[in-house]
Every structure is written in structure tokens, then in C-alpha cells.
Nanobody, 121 residues
């Protein structure tokens, strides 16, 4: 019922910038929060940043000060602005949408197909 499509990944030199986009379609009403996760080769998928419907944000310690998550409700799109990129930021980045908020979390999760980010040293 919800489709998330990521774009904006690519190859960038260390210290450079990229902006990832995630466009949502379908039952957008069901999305209460959105976030970006990443998975590097040989590592577990980890949260990079998230944003709730109220605009509350959360960031991984490793990206604080370098990465900003924003949303444009008119475009049904969430963005991940990444600056001062490091080789360790290299990963497949996945857009995530969560819905059905409960006191303990969310009932549903939706995932995009992922977009590759490669940072060269």
C-alpha cells in the first residue's frame, strides 16, 4: 500500500556532499515516521536518521553534524543531506517508512529498494 523510491546516490570523493531523496506514494496517510538506514558490506543495517510526522529528528552519533534529514510534505518526499562524507559512509542507503504508532513502536514498516552511496578516499 506504500511505495518508497530512493534516488540521489552515487560516487563522491571524501569531503563531498550528496542529497538523497525518498518519494512516497500510495497510502501516504499510513506513514507516521520516515528514516534512512544504511548497510555496508559485512555489516548490519543501521539507522542513519529519522524524522517523525511532528518533525522530531534522530541521528546516529557517527553522522551528527554532517547529515540532515528533512521532509517536504507537499512533494511527499524526505531528504537526506549528507556533507563532509567519509569512506566509512559507503553503503546502500534505504528509505524506511513506519506507521501505526503504538506505545512501544510501530505496527508497520515499509522499505525502499535502496540507493548506493560510495565515498572514495
Amino acid at each position: 500500500q506504500v511505495q518508497l523510491v530512493e534516488s540521489g546516490g552515487g560516487l563522491v570523493q571524501a569531503g563531498g556532499s550528496l542529497r538523497l531523496s525518498c518519494a512516497a506514494s500510495g497510502s501516504i496517510f499510513s506513514i507516521d515516521a520516515m528514516g534512512w538506514y544504511r548497510q555496508a558490506p559485512g555489516k548490519q543495517r543501521e539507522l542513519v536518521a529519522s524524522i517523525t510526522s511532528g518533525g522530531r529528528t534522530n541521528y546516529a552519533d557517527s553522522v551528527k553534524g554532517r547529515i540532515t534529514i528533512t521532509r517536504d510534505n507537499a512533494k511527499n518526499t524526505v531528504y537526506l543531506q549528507m556533507n563532509s562524507l567519509k569512506p566509512e559512509d559507503t553503503a546502500v542507503y534505504y528509505c524506511n517508512g513506519a506507521g501505526g504508532v503504538t506505545p512501544t513502536g510501530y505496527k508497520y514498516e515499509y522499505w525502499g529498494q535502496g540507493t548506493q552511496v560510495t565515498v572514495s578516499s
